[in-house]
């Protein structure tokens, strides 16, 4: 498996307090991405980065951040967290060429959020 | 219309049957194609990659028919362990990022 890991793994926080979800990989791959899954939608991505402080938005980032300051760290800040962001967030990473194929994406366990 | 189609399912299948999924996709600029596993309360799992040629690996087959924008996955010889969330895969035209469909649920029963 590929070396990615989430923290924390599960989280209950309050409406408005921020909250930042850490990924980390070891992996030296390039892109790293975070999604969200929701029952009924399925994995939506919310920011992606393509390098050390490259980063863009994804199609559901409203009310997230995202930094990149070294190749094994993508972060996600909910600035203050809403009741509509419960959900499951998943980091993955993809591209370090070798036997895979540059946009064969590879998932960390998860962490469940809830806002109360 | 969605950008990945999948029937949610579930299929609920006796051990050793032969099960098949199909996927539909709308963007027929997008060149990379993949099936995913998902288990339960657990990240999704890259299952296989699909070629045009089409690709087997084991009890899995993969189809690719981009004349129909759709995708298939056969499942021979199902195991009670074959029980998940098949995830349909492709990418968003010729970038790296992939769009995912809900997943088609599978049973697989004694």
């Known amino acids: 498996d590929a070396g990615i890991t989430q923290s924390p793994r599960h989280k209950v926080t309050e409406t408005g307090t921020p909250v930042t979800l850490r990924c980390h990989q070891t992996?030296?791959?390039?892109?790293m991405y975070w999604y969200r899954q929701d029952p009924g939608h399925g994995l939506r991505l919310i920011h992606y980065?393509?390098?050390?402080?490259?980063?863009d938005k994804g199609e559901v980032s409203d009310g997230y951040s995202v930094s990149r300051s070294k190749t094994e760290d993508f972060l996600l800040t909910l600035e203050s967290a809403t009741s509509s962001q419960t959900s499951v967030y998943f980091c993955?990473?993809?591209?370090?060429?070798?036997?895979?194929?540059?946009?064969?994406?590879?998932f960390g366990p998860g962490t469940r959020l809830t806002v109360l | 219309r969605k950008e990945v189609e999948q029937d949610p399912g579930p299929f609920n299948v006796p051990e050793g049957a032969t099960v098949a999924f199909n996927c539909t996709y709308s963007?027929?600029?997008?060149?990379?194609f993949f099936w995913y596993r998902q288990d339960c309360r657990k990240e999704p799992k890259l299952l296989m990659s699909?070629?045009?040629s089409g690709n087997e690996d084991g009890r899995f087959t993969a189809q690719l028919n981009r004349a129909s924008q759709y995708i298939s996955l056969l499942i021979r010889d199902s195991k009670l362990s074959d029980s998940a969330t098949y995830l349909c895969?492709?990418?968003?035209?010729?970038?790296?990022?992939?769009?995912f469909g809900s997943g088609t649920r599978l049973l697989v029963r004694p």
């Open positions: 993955a990473i993809s591209g370090s060429g070798g036997t895979s194929s540059y946009n064969e994406q590879f």
């Open positions: 992996e030296n791959h390039r892109y």
């Open positions: 980065s393509y390098g050390v402080k490259d980063t």
């Open positions: 963007n027929s600029a997008s060149q990379s």
């Open positions: 699909v070629y045009s």
């Open positions: 895969v492709v990418n968003e035209d010729s970038s790296y990022k992939l769009i």
